[in-house]
């Protein structure tokens, strides 16, 4: 089953992931996470129990680079 990649950006950066991974492999709690890095303990959570693999999207650094990269004159290998 496909699923949209469309909707809303997501806010939180591969690095986010990494270190909440790192942290709650140390036992932090997903509340004293959520507090350190302005999320929700849900949001927290669900990157604990899937290792982030439920983002769909593109993280923030990446789609701006792509954003950039796409405003580049002669950068477009469409025309190749």
Not at 14 to 21: G, Q, S
């Amino acid at each position: 089953m496909g699923y949209s990649t469309n909707g809303r950006p997501r806010r939180v950066t591969d690095a986010d992931i990494a270190a909440i991974l790192e942290w709650a492999d140390r036992y932090v709690s997903c509340r004293q996470l959520a507090d350190r890095l302005g999320l929700s303990v849900a949001t927290v959570r669900r990157i604990v129990q899937t290792r982030g693999a439920h983002y769909k999207t593109e993280s923030p650094e990446k789609r701006a680079a792509l954003r950039f990269e796409s405003r580049i004159p002669g950068s477009n290998t469409d025309e190749l």
